[in-house]
């Protein structure tokens, strides 16, 4: 990697441009980074006829990690099959870069715990990961309809276990480094029913000893949707197979109970760039106001940081920034009066309703002290 990392910025449409220029300043003040903005998405289809060039694409795969926003809105939805749209772009992306392994973090900041569907003793202190495998299963396998019968076959090979193991493990070792909590990878599966869990739990065993400084435990994916809300906190890792963890993921988003700040990270192969990007999409409802909350994109930047740049201590330093922000009581508007969330403890301090410039420049204060 160069000394300057490189980054494509893939701003998209909506609020994406605006997150995604925030989510710079917030990286300019940790260090140097080489920027190139691309156009992806909707814009792209506006300016390109197509979700995503093969110049683009070329170029997410030349550089050290890439950056997105978010992409879509009611401009580009179309009834017409044939008509291009900008989620092409995102599995584009997904396909050309070989993004086998989607991670999701869900560590609910401690102002906002009250925003969770969860009762506050249940959610305090999780701190968890979803890895998923993204690009092989019952989503990719021969599927058909014979007249009243229809199917979809879930298939996965041993090297496609492996190496998605192999993510959760690496995964798990980088958060538990210098930590005094030894980490530990639970992976999900159905092997009492099925023969691909089965294969999936054989090839994850026989990973593990590779990581002898990380535990392993095994969960049915029907306890584990069970313990992810009876004691979420409980979780280090969790690592899943494409629609155990389609679903899994989602779960566990939900415990946070604020859409705004769930970031995502979605890797292939080791030394192969990643793609950084929130979890929610390109609000067109509010783009263009400056009241978008950019603390999803500045905690994709994290894991970026993290897990696609080896730059742990930066990482750190963008979370604890936002936590301290959020503890100082500065809410963008989606995180405002949360009406679920209960009232508020007598010794925290008011909420300040901010913009998207307003928060940028308070965790760039966090930053500097
Ligand atoms: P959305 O996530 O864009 O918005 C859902 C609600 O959450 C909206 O009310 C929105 O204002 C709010 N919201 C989302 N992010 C916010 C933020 N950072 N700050 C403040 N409020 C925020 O989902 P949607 O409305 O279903 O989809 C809108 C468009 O985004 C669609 O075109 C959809 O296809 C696209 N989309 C893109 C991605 C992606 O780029 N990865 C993901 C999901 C949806």
Redesign the pocket.
């Known amino acids: 990697m160069s000394e300057t990392p490189r980054i494509v910025v893939l701003p998209?449409?909506?609020?994406?441009p605006e997150?995604v220029a925030a989510t710079t300043r917030v990286l300019d003040a940790l260090g140097q980074f080489a920027y190139e903005e691309r156009l992806m998405?909707?814009c792209s289809i506006d300016a390109h006829g197509t979700a995503l060039t093969d110049e683009v694409l070329t170029a997410c795969k030349a550089a050290d990690a890439v950056l997105?926003?978010?992409?879509?809105?009611?401009k580009?939805?179309t009834t017409n099959p044939d008509a291009p749209r900008?989620?092409q772009g995102?599995l584009g992306l997904r396909k050309g870069m070989g993004l086998y392994a989607n991670l999701r973090p869900v560590r609910p900041s401690p102002a906002l715990v009250g925003a969770s569907p969860l009762r506050q003793d249940r959610i305090a202190g999780t701190d968890l990961l979803v890895v998923r495998e993204l690009t092989g299963g019952i989503y990719f396998g021969d599927s058909g309809r014979d007249g009243d019968v229809a199917h979809d076959t879930c298939e996965y090979s041993a090297a496609e276990v492996e190496r998605i193991a192999r993510t959760a493990f690496e995964a798990a070792r980088r958060r538990g480094a210098g930590s005094d909590r030894k980490p530990r990878v639970t992976s999900v599966d159905k092997a009492n029913v099925l023969e691909t869990s089965r294969l999936w739990r054989e090839v994850v065993t026989r990973v593990a000893p590779d990581y002898a400084d990380v535990e392993l435990d095994h969960l049915l994916v029907d306890n584990a949707a069970m313990q992810l809300v009876s004691r979420p906190a409980e979780f280090d890792v969790i690592v899943a197979e494409n629609l155990f963890g389609d679903i899994l993921s989602d779960e566990a988003a939900m415990l946070t109970g604020s859409?705004?700040m769930l970031p995502s990270a979605s890797l292939g192969a080791a030394g192969d760039p990643g793609l950084f990007?929130?979890?929610?999409?390109?609000?067109?409802?509010?783009a263009g106001q400056g009241?978008?909350?950019?603390?999803?994109?500045f905690l994709s930047a994290a894991l970026m940081l993290r897990h696609g740049l080896g730059r742990a201590a930066d990482a750190e330093r963008i979370e604890a920034a936002v936590d301290a922000v959020l503890a100082r009581g500065l809410r963008?508007?989606?995180?405002a009066g949360d009406p679920v969330a209960p009232a508020s403890d007598p010794g925290s301090p008011e909420e300040t309703r901010v913009g998207?410039e307003e928060m940028t420049d308070a965790v760039l204060a966090e930053l500097a002290a």
Not at 68 to 74: F, T
């Open positions: 998209g449409d909506g609020i994406g997150i998405g909707g997105l926003g978010a992409v879509g809105g009611p580009w939805d900008p989620e995102l859409l705004g990007e929130p979890v929610h999409g390109s609000a067109p409802d509010i009241v978008a909350n950019p603390l999803a994109t963008t508007p989606d995180l998207t």
